[in-house]
């Protein structure tokens, strides 16, 4: 079992700066109420009404026809952001969780028979399977998450066409298809050139095996240098394909990225796959917020410079990040339809392009910051927790930093956070929360494997 102590720490502001998912080097790879036990929302993929332009970008996309996508025939979703702001009334804060709850957490080891090559990414199937993504190129099946002899299949071995030569390169980011989980999508690092690949696989028959040679590209974004390469990709409760990507590394954006919508650096994309094919890999939702207007239309939210693990709340749908910040301040956000979120003008609520005097209107706070006074850290982006095995922690944002070992919990009530805590000091480096189908909560750790959060 990991090393952990516990200790009780309310509104806390800690710092980083940033380091990649594989090794500390400058940055990533890179609440107490208790409420009832919550379904996944449906996935509800309707048509849309509004024509999407077809839109180049010379910088950033190198596949024709991706950078060609189709128009998206079905009626506009409903935004998936809920952010709420009361300001009309003073929320009630939460008890906070006992000294004895505190120390009721721990991380129990899981698929303690495997040794991991940095684990990337954990998903469960709904066959019940959990699927393990290494940085390297590999994905591994398994039938059950147990201390012991963990069954595990080598699914799929693409280390041939993963560029994980780089420490924030890699295989980066796997999901199903929550409409068929024969799809599998991967986001990984690709070479000559420099780019980061958004692709889909087939499952064979047997629910197993992987086929490497079922490939279907659907997006590709030259990366202009080999950090900052975001990595995460998941489907929201519409039914569409979220892809995070930094912006486009080095230090201090020097193109400029973050602020710049005519290109895909530096945003959280939002595609539609559902009709995926060769000609036409993916559509642009006609309610995405720059549709018909002056920046990219995949553009969902912008201005990140390393988004390391964004999540749905199954609950409220709300979309949570961490971003990874230069060397002073790590960030979370609830990423918002349209929304800018500061970067390179700001690192976090801070001026960082000017140091002084910036301009900071129509740009999105973060919900929360933390600072370390420019030691080399970088915050992971977890999960809200709606699991069942610790009833008190339900309804938290979990999240933790991959130099320090610290994980975190945060309760957002009515527009303000109302309780911050640190939870635990580990001894391992964080580099992706994992949730299963029940909301239990899971940590991969390099070099030390994957664990799941238990407590009382």
């Known amino acids: 079992m990991a090393r952990i102590s516990m200790a ?4 806390v502001v800690l710092g980083c700066g940033g380091v990649t998912p594989a090794q500390p080097t400058g940055s990533p790879v890179p609440q107490a109420t208790t409420e009832p036990r ?3 929302p449906q996935v509800a993929r309707t048509p849309s009404s509004v024509p999407a332009e077809t839109q180049a970008d010379a910088t950033a996309t190198l596949s024709a026809s991706a950078a060609n996508p189709k128009v998206d025939s079905r009626p506009a979703a409903t935004p998936t952001s809920a952010r709420v702001r009361t300001r009309d009334q003073e929320p009630t804060p939460p008890p906070a969780p006992t000294a004895e709850q505190l120390e009721s957490l721990r991380f129990e080891p899981v698929a303690a028979d495997r040794e991991f090559r940095s684990p990337t990414n954990m998903v469960q199937g709904g066959d019940g399977k959990f699927w393990v993504s290494e940085q ?9 998450l147990e201390s012991g002899d963990s069954h595990a299949t080598l699914a799929m071995d693409i280390g041939d066409r993963v560029s994980s030569r780089r420490t924030e390169e890699g295989l980066l980011g796997m999901v199903f298809d929550p409409v068929d989980e024969r799809q599998l999508y991967l986001y990984y690092s690709a070479a000559d050139p420099r780019r980061s690949v958004v692709a889909r696989f087939t499952v064979a028959a047997d629910g197993t095996h992987v086929d490497p040679s079922s490939e279907l590209v659907i997006l590709e974004v030259g ?8 990595g995460q ?16 590394g080095s230090a201090g954006d020097p193109l400029s990225s973050g602020q710049d919508t005519s290109t895909l650096l530096g945003s959280i994309l939002r595609i539609d796959v559902s009709g995926s094919s060769p000609t036409h890999p993916y559509a642009v939702p006609a309610d995405n917020p720059f549709v018909g207007g002056d920046g990219r239309s995949e553009i969902w939210a912008y201005g990140l410079r390393n988004p390391w693990r964004f999540s749905f709340d199954r609950e409220t749908s709300e979309l949570w990040a961490g971003d990874v910040g230069q060397n002073q301040w790590e960030e979370i956000d609830l990423i918002e339809r349209g929304g800018n979120y500061g970067w390179n003008v700001l690192e976090g609520n801070h ?50 930093d991959f130099c ?19 939870l635990a000091e580990s001894d391992l480096g964080i580099m992706s929360f994992a949730e299963d189908s029940g909301g239990e909560l899971y940590l991969l750790s390099q070099g030390s494997g994957i664990y799941r959060l238990a407590g009382r």
């Not at 009780?8 to 509104?11: C, S």
């Not at 990366?223 to 975001?230: I, K, L, Y």
């Not at 960082?352 to 973060?366: L, Y």
């Not at 992971?380 to 339900?394: D, F, S, T």
């Open 8 to 11: 009780l720490l309310i509104l």
């Open 38 to 40: 919550l379904a996944t």
């Open 136 to 144: 390297d190129g590999r994905v591994w099946a398994f039938d059950a």
């Open 223 to 230: 990366q202009p240098f080999a950090n900052h390469n975001g």
């Open 233 to 248: 990709i998941a489907f929201g409760p519409d039914g569409h394909l979220y892809i995070g990507l930094g912006d486009g």
């Open 351 to 400: 001026c960082f392009r000017p140091s002084r005097d910036c301009e900071t209107s129509g740009k999105e706070p973060p919900v929360w910051e933390y600072s370390l006074d420019g030691a080399p850290c970088s915050v992971i982006g977890g999960y809200v927790y709606r699991g069942e095995a610790i009833p008190w922690l339900r309804g938290a944002y979990i999240y933790g």
């Open 404 to 422: 320090s070992g610290e994980v975190f919990g945060l309760r957002y009530v009515d527009g303000q956070v109302m309780e911050h805590q640190r």
